[in-house]
């Protein structure tokens, strides 16, 4: 078999494969020997009917068993090229003694970086925050100091109630009787909250809801067990006393909260850059990749989210398939473009992920994932798939952070800074990173 490279296009490099006449007649005899074993030729035995009987019989069919045949041997030789999606044969054809595959390879794309100390990151000054975060942190430890005092009237945001839930799908109850605390707030626009507001204790409501991405319909029934006016302490040097084992004021309340805002405030200006660099390094890189390659990735995207049932939403706001098609691959090319620069940085800067980095990041989250620290380090060691995700995700955030601290740097008001469009971050003063949890 030859290779015969006939077009390189950005990093895809078309071949033609081509079958010699002594490979071409090695593949006849094999479609033809086969044949005779397998089929009944009119008037003959199995295995017994002549060669040129058998070529009449198969007529033009032969041209594609030998093609066929022959595919075999070309996907042998495509298993050491380097590419990054399946081989794509573009075309296939028999000449007189030839066999032709034309046949597109799909490289890793090239990327050119530009200078990441030009990319200018903003977060707002420390002290807004810090004061913004005592602020929130007081109200906190007041709600959570509370007296709650029962009450007979209606509903009102700031009441702390206890609801008694069951739940109907398709007839089958999923939910009996179960019973939850809920603080009433504005923001909480939840079915379970807003259908109760106004209501009394004993009331009893019913409503039907659907979630994103799926059909089914849930019938909730509600009632009103408990209903409670929270009464907040005053924010005094009583209540600070009351709060903390270290203060006797509530100035020395507030110079111990102020010293856990700037803790916090480090670690979330961490993440805060993180999320900014994340959205911005694609402006300072080119990948030149195929539009060729782009399509394959559109089309999986489209086939993965028809999956997952959230084509129809994604339509619904594009407006137009076309307008769709155009937005998936925008998308998609941001993301590859992101992709290879993480990887690219991390191989030349050589950086690695330690069994320790792993461990504590296990230690971190096993709160979230509602699992015990030494189970959460278990499934890092024992799940590969588990072990792989992190590594990416700790690999990456070093990456991000090795770019912020090239980056410029603009201090700004904690009303004007900016916010990443995507996974924000809210700069208005909430220190609650991820490392923070």
């Not at 295995?47 to 041997?73: C, F, H, M, Q, W």
């Not at 028809?306 to 994604?314: A, F, I, N, Q, V």
């Not at 398939?321 to 691959?329: G, T, V």
């Amino acid at each position: 078999m030859e290779k015969k490279l006939v077009e390189h296009e950005k990093n895809v490099e078309t071949y033609d494969f081509v079958f010699s006449p002594e490979e071409v007649e090695t593949a006849e005899e094999s479609v033809i020997a086969l044949v005779n074993m397998k089929q009944t030729i009119p008037g003959f035995r199995k295995g017994k009917a002549p060669r040129r009987i058998i070529v009449n019989y198969l007529g033009e069919s032969l041209d594609e068993l030998v093609l066929e045949n022959l595919t075999e041997d070309l996907e042998e030789a495509l298993k050491d090229e380097e590419i990054v999606i399946p081989a794509v044969i573009v075309d296939q054809r028999r000449t007189e003694d030839k066999a032709i595959f034309r046949v597109d390879l799909h490289r890793s794309p090239k990327i050119e970086m530009k200078d990441f100390s030009e990319m200018e990151l903003s977060v707002p000054e420390s002290s807004s925050v810090i004061e913004n975060y005592v602020q929130e942190r007081i109200e906190e430890l007041r709600n959570e100091n509370a007296i709650l005092d029962p009450k007979d009237g209606p509903i009102e945001y700031g009441d702390h109630i206890t609801v008694e839930y069951s739940v109907v799908k398709d007839g089958k109850t999923i939910a009996d009787k179960k019973r939850q605390e809920i603080t009433v707030e504005e923001e909480d626009d939840r079915p379970i909250v807003t259908s109760v507001l106004g209501r009394k204790k004993g009331d009893k409501v019913s409503f039907e809801r659907t979630f994103e991405g799926s059909d089914n319909k849930y019938e909730y029934s509600v009632t009103v067990r408990e209903v409670h006016k929270k009464i907040l302490p005053e924010v005094e040097d009583e209540f600070a006393k009351t709060v903390s084992q270290n203060a006797n004021t509530l100035e020395e309340l507030k110079r111990e909260l102020e010293k856990e805002g700037e803790t916090a405030y480090e670690a979330w200006k961490k993440d805060f850059f993180r999320q900014q660099v994340n959205q911005k390094i694609v402006e300072f890189a080119d990948l030149e990749i195929s539009d060729k390659t782009l399509d394959y990735y559109v089309r999986r995207a489209v086939e993965n989210s028809k999956k997952d049932k959230s084509y129809s939403s994604y339509l619904e706001q594009a407006g137009s398939e076309s307008d769709l098609l155009l937005q998936f691959k925008e998308g998609v090319l941001e993301e590859l473009t992101r992709n290879r620069i993480i990887d690219e940085i991390a191989e030349s800067e050589k950086i690695q992920v330690s069994e320790e980095e792993l461990q504590q990041t296990a230690q971190r989250l096993a709160p979230q994932w509602g699992i015990s620290p030494e189970r959460a380090k278990e499934l890092i060691k024992s799940r590969e798939d588990v072990r792989e995700d992190f590594t990416d995700s700790i690999r990456r955030s070093k990456v991000l952070d090795l770019i912020a601290s090239k980056a410029k740097i603009k201090e700004l008001d904690h009303t004007a800074a900016e916010e990443p469009e995507e996974n924000q971050s809210d700069s208005s003063g909430s220190l609650d990173s991820e490392e923070n949890k």
